[in-house]
């Protein structure tokens, strides 16, 4: 069977929520605000035989100018796997990229394992991150919830050299996956579940975070930041060399 591979169509969600559900088993909800705020066939392509053996999707964000894609949740049918089928998607993503003006790529890969097969792919400049622990203090501190809007707008000012700035649009999707929250030198999206705090991320001033802590109601914290300690994402350039440093916000 002739492999071909194409963008869906909006007749095509059904399928394509099938195919996530089996890789990634988030829930219908979850699907419900990534098709309803950040889905757009034109920043989707898939494999079709007969029906969709594999997809990604990509986020528009920008660097040093430069429109670059955040590619997300690339999937293969658990039937169709171990014969190149995402390879083969990957360089068709990549090649139809270069086409339409992105200076690069960046991924998150979802296991340890997956770094190397996404080197072979020509993912080989790392992004890192620093994490760190925290339980709260004493003294809450004043913080507010601000919008998607609100937090682009902050976060601009607090990212560090090298950082992948998002857009508007991704930022609102953050919004369905994570509580934003601002103080006076910081900037948080995280979630908070059984008394713990898990932050995609935290910019700003960190001796602040055991105050965050007491005012949102948490015992502990685990905060992703701008950092060296670890390896977070990938990236791959298109049409352009130069290569950021610092990615946090992913989807996950």
Not at 126 to 134: G, N, W, Y
Request: proline share 5%; aromatic share 12%; with cysteine.
């Amino acid at each position: 069977m002739k492999m071909r591979i194409d963008s869906p169509t909006p007749a095509h969600i059904s399928l394509l929520r099938c195919l996530w559900q089996e890789a990634f088993g988030d829930s219908d909800a979850f699907l419900d605000g990534f098709f309803d705020t950040a889905f757009s066939p034109d920043r989707c392509l898939c494999v079709f035989e007969n029906e969709i053996a594999a997809a990604v999707y990509w986020f528009d964000c920008r660097f040093a100018g430069r429109k670059i894609a955040y590619l997300y949740a690339l999937a293969t049918k658990k039937s169709h796997r171990g014969r190149g089928i995402a390879r083969a998607l990957m360089e068709e993503t990549v090649a139809r990229l270069q086409k339409t003006g992105y200076a690069g790529a960046l991924l998150v890969p979802g296991a340890p394992e997956l770094f190397a097969m996404y080197e072979k792919m020509g993912f080989a400049h790392p992004l890192t991150v620093d994490t760190f622990e925290a339980a709260a203090g004493n003294t809450p501190i004043a913080l507010r919830s601000v919008t998607p809007e609100a937090y682009g707008a902050i976060r601009k000012r607090l990212l560090p050299a090298g950082a992948v700035v998002q857009e508007e649009q991704n930022l609102r999707f953050l919004s369905r996956c994570a509580r934003l929250y601002a103080g006076e030198d910081w900037l948080l999206a995280a979630n908070l579940e059984d008394g713990a705090l898990t932050a995609m991320e935290f910019l700003g001033d960190r001796s602040a975070a055991p105050a965050v802590l007491a005012a949102l109601g948490a015992k502990t914290g685990t905060f992703r930041t701008p950092g060296q300690a670890q390896v977070f994402a990938l990236y791959r350039p298109i049409t352009d060399a130069h290569a950021p440093t610092y990615f946090a916000l992913a989807f996950d």
